[in-house]
């Protein structure tokens, strides 16, 4: 049964970076039948899509996002991580890693909650 | 970009009868090949998302056949032929293609 687990610090000060890192378990991330996702839900708020990685290293970010945003991929560890720079309070939310195959559909993380606050 | 629209924002339901909610695309989301790239979630209170129905019409494995999808293009449905209890919380519709997108979600409630 495929795992996916988000760690990394759960309180961030504005105007640093917010780093997190997705472990995979019982799954690969160098398969080509899937693209490695972040997604976030800012409180009581809907889902946003931040960016993908696949398992070449191509990423695809959310325009409005791409600027701050750094995805990485780490074969050797079975891990992804993402980085998102000078983060506001509007960064606040729970962050998703997630595995998506474009036809069977996404597979989530349990999420964890980031807070940005000084 | 491609914007999800869902409708209604809200849908207060009583157990045992139908529901339905709507999610309109502003491209199409139907590929060459045939498929609609368009799945919908349910994201339950404190739980992540749960995938419903994938490719406009297909239940995800262990999904109660009391849900279903369809439509094609531009316009797609998720139905409930009878609400049970445990069906509330939050449905999305997502695009799966290239860059996802989602729509703004639907509140289901047992009124």
């Known amino acids: 049964q495929l795992q996916v687990q988000e760690s990394g610090p759960r309180l961030v000060k504005p105007s640093e970076t917010l780093s997190l890192t997705c472990t995979v378990s019982?799954?690969?991330?160098?398969?080509?039948?899937?693209?490695w996702d972040w997604i976030r839900q800012p409180p009581g708020r809907g889902l946003e899509w931040i960016g993908s990685i696949y398992y070449s290293g191509i990423t695809y970010y959310n325009p409005s996002l791409n600027s701050r945003v750094t995805i990485a991929v780490d074969t050797s560890k079975n891990q992804f991580s993402l980085n998102l720079r000078s983060v506001t309070a509007a960064d606040t939310g729970v962050y998703y890693c997630a595995r998506r195959n474009t036809v069977r559909g996404v597979y989530w993380g349990q999420g964890t909650l980031v807070t940005v606050s000084s | 970009d491609i914007v999800l629209t869902q409708s209604p924002l809200s849908l207060p339901v009583t157990p045992g009868e139908p529901a339905s909610i709507s999610c309109r695309s502003s491209q199409s989301l139907l590929h060459s090949n045939g498929n609609n790239y368009l799945h919908w979630y349910l994201q339950k209170p404190g739980q992540s998302p749960q995938l419903l129905i994938y490719l406009g019409s297909n239940r995800a494995p262990g999904v109660p056949d009391r849900f279903s999808g369809s439509g094609s293009g531009t316009d797609f449905t998720l139905k409930i032929s009878r609400v049970e209890p445990e069906d509330v919380g939050v449905y999305y519709c997502m695009r799966s293609l290239q860059a996802p997108t989602f729509g703004g979600g639907t509140k289901v409630e047992i009124k």
């Open positions: 019982s799954g690969s991330v160098s398969s080509a039948d899937y693209y």
